[in-house]
Nanobody, 124 residues
Framework: EVQLQASGGGLVQAGGSLRLSCLASGFRLDVYDIGWFRQAPGKERAGVSCVDRTSGRTYYLDSVRGRFTISSDNSKNTVFLQMKDLKPEDTATYYC?????????????????WGNGTQVTVSS
């Protein structure tokens, strides 16, 4: 079964850190560009990060640039999102998904692979 399983979310105080993990099963991560998006209640989905493996270009949402870092470990078939200096506005459910890089707004696709996401809650 092809699936992306996000984990690592939780409740953290503002200024804290979390590292999200995205474990791929049923396919190799190194054949797809994988990124992260988030969705908060009542808000539109927002692309957080997406890596173009071919060029090395990385997209970050303006509000997280400098605080979040995307990385991967192909030996573990896992993509990570290191989040530092978290803010209450980062509160959302975070999903990993295949993505198509864009400097403005990457496209996330493969809805059937997204899984349930992982909840991040940042208290003030």
């Amino acid at each position: 079964e092809v699936q992306l399983q996000a984990s690592g979310g939780g409740l953290v105080q503002a200024g804290g850190s979390l590292r999200l993990s995205c474990l791929a099963s049923g396919f190799r991560l190194d054949v797809y560009d994988i990124g992260w998006f988030r969705q908060a209640p009542g808000k539109e989905r927002a692309g957080v990060s997406c890596v173009d493996r071919t060029s090395g270009r990385t997209y970050y949402l303006d509000s997280v640039r400098g605080r979040f870092t995307i990385s991967s470990d192909n030996s573990k078939n896992t993509v990570f999102l290191q989040m530092k200096d978290l803010k209450p506005e980062d509160t959302a459910t975070y999903y990993c998904a295949p993505c198509a890089y864009s400097s403005d707004s990457p496209h996330f696709y493969g809805r059937e692979y997204w899984g349930n996401g992982t909840q991040v809650t940042v208290s003030s």
